[in-house]
């Protein structure tokens, strides 16, 4: 079992395939295995590495305040990264993973040689209606934390039951889930606003949203208009992770994302 141990925590890691490295991070209340779609079709041309963050899945105890969570969480992957002897990658976030990305992209932008951020968002907006009731509701989240997995199942089937796959890893990761971590990882995200610092990336970008909600859309809308390189791509018949529900159609517009800028994969990076 691949475990790094650093900054104070174990990281738990799978990784495949040789060449240009994909890192790709899950989603909140997620883990690596909601990327296994995407491992088993990227890994045939390309290093891909797929984690829990600490507080997730496999990975170590998360003890800090919600304040330096996401700040954490982010040194955590450069240094598994370092510990691999990777100087860049392309990193890949679903949801709160998409947030993970924006603050390395911020933070350490020479380790980014491209970013794409699917079903996320950029900033809560506290001084609107629905930005109060989005306050409101990371405090009052841990009511669902804390209920029994199984009481939560009968509406997430309903949620879901266009997309089963998706729904088949919900389930497994909502009765596998650690509350108290999660719930500290909710309110990390409770006062977001990346919109100024996202412009000052300027390597490629990409924003994925599955197109079941306005409102996803237009989050992602938002979040690609602050990057000075970014392009936007709106998958049909999906909700969020559209990894998931989608996930052919989700590797597609990666891969041509990545082929449009010419990140290498494994054949170009040995014949050039």
């Not at 449009?260 to 990076?269: C, F, M, Q, V």
Request: net charge neutral.
């Amino acid at each position: 079992m691949p475990v790094a141990r650093l900054n104070g925590t174990s990281i738990y890691y799978e990784m495949q395939g040789s060449g240009t490295t994909i890192l790709f991070i899950h989603g909140h209340g997620w883990n690596h295995r909601m990327f296994k779609p995407q491992l088993d079709h990227f890994s045939k041309r390309y290093r891909t590495i797929a984690c829990d963050l600490r507080g997730n899945g496999r990975s170590g105890e998360l003890r800090q305040s919600p304040d330096n969570i996401i700040d954490t969480q982010c040194l955590d992957l450069i240094l598994l990264l370092n510990s691999l002897g990777i100087r860049q990658a392309v990193f890949v976030g679903i949801d709160y993973g998409g947030l993970i990305v924006q603050r390395i992209a911020a933070q350490y932008p020479e380790r980014a040689a491209a970013i794409v951020i699917a079903d996320s968002f950029c900033r809560i907006e506290s001084s609107t209606v629905y930005g109060k009731l989005q306050l409101a509701a990371a405090y009052m989240s841990w009511l669902d934390y804390y209920a029994p997995g199984e009481l939560l199942l009968p509406s997430l089937r309903l949620a879901y039951q266009r997309w089963a796959p998706a729904y088949d890893e919900l389930r497994r990761n909502v009765l596998d889930r650690r509350p108290r971590e999660l719930y500290r990882q909710r309110l990390a995200t409770r006062r977001i606003d990346y919109t100024d610092h996202l412009t000052a990336f300027r390597g490629p970008a990409l924003g994925v949203a599955g197109d079941y909600t306005d409102y996803g859309i237009a989050c992602m809308e938002e979040l690609v208009a602050c990057l000075p390189q970014a392009g936007l791509a709106v998958i049909a018949d999906a909700r969020g992770p559209s990894n998931l529900c989608r996930p052919e159609a989700f590797n597609q517009v990666v891969e041509q994302f990545l082929n449009r800028h010419a990140i290498r994969s494994l054949g170009e990076a040995e014949s050039g």
